[in-house]
């Protein structure tokens, strides 16, 4: 090992060596929790350091940590440093993990380090050294969605710092068909750095495809700086992809502002098949807003169809904010698969919120899988939220599939971390026609959750 460090970017006072990360382990086992983050990081800049290309070190550490936020520090800390002077095996060690979430029910979050979020890091931080290089290497990945992210997120990182050389970089992929989203990616970056930069620039390209990729980038922000002029551009794109995804792109951030005159201009301008969605965003936005506007606007459409599907997209927004507009709304609604979906939506927001009003709301539902399902819903938003208060409704509750059902979303609720298989087996059993006692405590008793909560579940059978 050298005696002074051979890359001055890494933050450490002198050459860090096998006995700087053990002292520094043993710093971490005995720090109190403020000031764990400082010391996970150094961790991660040290093994970035000391890589020799077995990875056994960083592997130890990892093997140490059971919080999944405190490895995701180290393993950012470590992959963001190793790419500056050793990218390849910074790319080697990324590609090797798994591709997981780890979900966290009971605080409604997620610590996500996957294999892509892995290699996100390395190639932001390679594109940061050593643009054409990161770019150079990532063009050669076999797997299309792992090559398609790693130019990305060059892109993104690139236009930063050199934008002119990240243009004729994307130009050179888009021309040369290999990919068109980094110059779609830099388009949209840079027109919402600077709209009138952008546009110029737009418009000096010669009509293509070219053209239309950045003019699909550049409209939508462009209607709010000059709504006529990002009009007039979109009305002389050719029909197709392209124009339908600006428009519906635009129409959305004209409905952030003027949701009444973006609805205006849909109804007399779009076609039916683009309309439908335009509209959708249209009402989504305007709801929250002005729930009376938006809504005497849908009541005076002249389809059946379309004031439905917009009546059902409005209460699933106001669930967040109105979830007794958002109810309203859904009696008004034909009984579909969507207005039960929407229904559930309703459930789960209002629980997030004011649990026991969701609950004596959800107890008024007759008998049956709807019933079944909203209780289920709510029992386990409120087992995260307040699980004792949770226990003492489903004792209350009348003995039917219902309460059975309450009881699964009550035990899945209890879970730190919910895989998808558990959540996939609740979502089934809520749903299941007639519950019976007989089939949760089964559930119960093959399933992987922990022995204290099965048991406690057991017990409010």
Aim: with cysteine; aromatic share 6%; net charge negative.
């Amino acid at each position: 090992m050298p005696d002074e460090p051979t890359h001055p970017h890494l933050a450490t006072d002198s050459a860090p060596t096998a006995e700087t990360l053990a002292a520094l382990r043993r710093q971490l086992a005995e720090a109190a929790p403020g000031d764990r983050a400082q010391l996970l990081t150094r961790i991660g800049t040290v093994l970035a350091a000391l890589e020799d290309g077995d990875f056994a070190d960083v592997q130890s550490v990892l093997d140490d940590l059971t919080d999944p936020r405190d490895r995701r520090t180290v393993l950012l800390t470590y992959l963001s440093e190793l790419a500056k002077h050793a990218p390849e095996s910074a790319v080697q060690f990324a590609m090797q993990l798994p591709n997981e979430m780890h979900i966290d029910s009971t605080r409604g979050d997620s610590v996500d380090f996957s294999r892509n979020m892995a290699l996100a890091t390395v190639f932001r931080s390679w594109a940061q050294v050593d643009a054409p290089a990161a770019a150079a290497w990532a063009t050669q990945m076999e797997d299309v969605a792992l090559r398609q992210q790693a130019l990305s997120t060059i892109a993104s990182t690139w236009a930063n710092s050199d934008l002119p050389a990240a243009l004729d970089w994307a130009r050179e992929l888009a021309d040369t068909g290999s990919s068109t989203l980094p110059l779609d990616l830099i388009a949209r970056t840079w027109a919402a750095r600077d709209i009138g930069a952008a546009v110029a620039y737009c418009q000096r390209l010669p009509e293509g495809d070219l053209r239309d990729l950045f003019l699909q980038a550049v409209i939508p922000p462009w209607i709010v700086t000059d709504r006529q002029a990002a009009l007039d551009a979109l009305a002389a794109m050719p029909a197709g992809a392209r124009r339908q995804s600006a428009t519906l792109q635009a129409v959305w951030r004209w409905a952030s502002t003027d949701p009444a005159g973006a609805a205006s201009w849909a109804t007399q301008n779009l076609d039916a098949s683009t309309l439908s969605a335009a509209l959708n965003s249209i009402v989504r936005a305007w709801v929250t807003k002005d729930t009376s506007a938006a809504l005497d606007f849908v009541a005076r459409l002249p389809d059946e169809a379309t004031r439905i599907q917009l009546l059902t997209a409005a209460a699933t927004d106001l669930a967040n904010t109105d979830p007794a507009m958002a109810i309203s709304l859904l009696r008004q609604v034909p009984a579909s698969g969507t207005r039960d979906s929407a229904t559930e939506t309703v459930a789960i927001n209002w629980a997030r919120r004011d649990p026991a009003a969701a609950a004596a709301w959800a107890e008024q539902f007759p008998a049956g899988t709807q019933r079944q399902t909203v209780l289920s819903d709510v029992a386990l938003q409120w087992t995260r939220k307040d699980p004792e208060s949770a226990a003492n409704w489903l004792r209350a509750l009348p003995d039917d599939a219902a309460r059975y059902s309450a009881i699964v979303g009550f035990a899945v609720g209890r879970v730190p971390a919910s895989d998808a298989a558990t959540l996939a087996q609740w979502r089934s059993l809520m749903k299941q026609p007639n519950l019976t006692r007989e089939a949760v405590s089964q559930w119960l008793e093959q399933s992987s959750l922990p022995t204290a909560i099965r048991r406690e579940a057991a017990r409010l059978l």
